[in-house]
């Protein structure tokens, strides 16, 4: 059974296990589920090496859909989605201070409009969108199915050789790529059609159902490449946010390092894109939130191709390997007092992760949470500057603080208390958020109504 018994289930628990599984073996821990081995880097420097062939690799699909989505998401094309970040970044603030309770909806809402209006050129109102609800669902199944032991089939591999009538994982398996392929296909060719009457807005899909034939993508593979970024981006986003909002909530004192830096620089007007590299201590805020609460704690699993041997660690062909993020970002010798968070080792030379200028410096740039090598997010540049202007959006706003019960006493909000899954986010908690002076209220309520508006979108339809 190997060491079936010993873990816990969860990724995130998983991960904890892994990285006290570390104090034994220094660079590379690995976990026997029956014929199935899994590798767990837990230092950064492994996850870097250079000429690792950890990674599969890049075959002519993969060549083919990453080279377009590149073209779409290099730093140069990301720029050009910076209205609607501002748009969508600006609804976020208004809903939050009006009812802080719905916290999670409006970041879902916030991811899933920011993909829609880049990757369909569609308008999302409500949140409660037919389409949104149902993307977001496959967004979750996903998550559900990636989860290591999620089915007994990855940990007893020679059940793949079943019968479909003795594999229900199968059928469950077929039936989520027929979803997930038929929405896919469904919202493309929606495009599709508005691109023959030249009614599409500039996004993804328009921009693929241009390109297909350049890029010799089939009709299910550009649906997937536009799907598939939706997938990658919408709940990773939103789980961040979540954990920032507990951060504040937790840590508060830290909202006086970022109130003195956006009203310097800022005064009286939302922060822009234009502000953030003049924001270290934003920059070092939300970059602090993905280190303590890493979205993919356990890492991504990436099959080992072929046998391999690293630092004195023989590592078979066929193996999964998983670079464990929580223990990464937990290596003491890196991150001192790595259970602490404090935005201040970005910020002082005295820490071993402070980097100069600081125009630059704290940024996201190949942060290890965004993966490594030729298979790190390929949407890192727009996921940066959504975390970065909602940061500095919702601090100039607003002030989080514990919220109070009936008895007027403080409510408790446990540190640690997240969900399993493949990404994760804390479960509900209680917090409040209010705007930091009513100058600051209405100036939010201006603003949403003006990009409302001036929405390029606003009447079609949706």
Request: net charge neutral.
């Amino acid at each position: 059974m190997g060491n079936l018994t010993e873990t816990t289930p969860g990724v995130v628990q998983a991960a904890v296990q892994y990285l006290k599984s570390n104090t034994l073996l220094a660079v590379t821990s690995s976990v026997t589920f029956s014929a199935l081995l899994l590798i767990v880097i837990s230092y950064l420097h492994t996850s870097k090496r250079p000429d690792a062939k950890l990674l599969p690799g890049p075959k002519d699909r993969w060549r083919r859909t990453r080279k377009f989505m590149h073209q779409l998401t290099m730093p140069a094309a990301a720029t050009s989605y910076e209205p609607a970040q501002l748009l969508e970044s600006t609804r976020v603030v208004y809903n939050l201070l009006k009812d802080p309770t719905t916290y999670e909806h409006v970041f879902e809402q916030y991811s899933g409009g920011l993909i829609f209006r880049i990757g369909y050129g569609k308008r999302i109102v409500t949140g409660e969108e037919d389409a949104l609800r149902r993307i977001i669902q496959v967004n979750r199944n996903l998550e559900r199915i990636a989860s290591p032991g999620s089915y007994l089939v990855d940990t007893v591999p020679m059940l793949k050789y079943l019968p479909a009538w003795l594999a229900p994982f199968k059928a469950e398996a077929a039936r989520l790529h027929s979803e997930e392929l038929s929405l896919f296909r469904e919202l493309l060719d929606e495009v599709r059609q508005r691109v023959r009457n030249g009614t599409a807005a500039s996004c993804f899909a328009s921009q693929l159902v241009v390109q297909q034939e350049k890029f010799g993508l089939s009709d299910d593979e550009g649906a997937y490449v536009v799907g598939t970024m939706f997938e990658a981006g919408s709940g990773t986003t939103a789980a961040v946010m979540m954990s920032f909002c507990l951060a504040m909530t937790l840590y508060p004192q830290w909202q006086s390092l970022v109130w003195e830096e956006v009203d310097r620089i800022c005064g009286d007007r939302m922060p822009d894109f234009q502000d953030i590299p003049e924001m270290p201590a934003v920059r070092a805020v939300i970059k602090e939130v993905l280190r303590w609460r890493p979205v993919t704690a356990g890492g991504v699993p990436h099959l080992l191709t072929r046998d391999d041997v690293y630092s004195g660690f023989f590592l078979p062909e066929g193996s999964i390997v998983h670079a464990n993020q929580w223990a990464i970002h937990r290596e003491k010798a890196l991150y001192p007092d790595p259970e602490i968070f404090n935005p201040n080792r970005w910020l002082l030379p005295e820490y071993p992760t402070y980097r100069e200028p600081l125009s630059k410096f704290p940024n996201l740039q190949n942060y290890s949470a965004f993966g490594f090598g030729r298979r790190i997010c390929p949407g890192m540049n727009i996921a940066e500057r959504s975390l970065h202007i909602l940061t500095a959006r919702i601090l100039w706003a607003g002030r989080f603080s514990k919220k109070k019960g009936p008895d007027g006493a403080e409510m408790d909000v446990p540190d640690y208390d997240y969900g399993s899954g493949f990404n994760t986010q804390p479960k509900p908690f209680p917090f409040s958020f209010v705007a930091r002076s009513p100058e600051r209220m209405k100036a939010v309520e201006e603003s949403w109504e003006k990009a409302r508006a001036e929405d390029p979108l606003r009447g079609d339809g949706d």
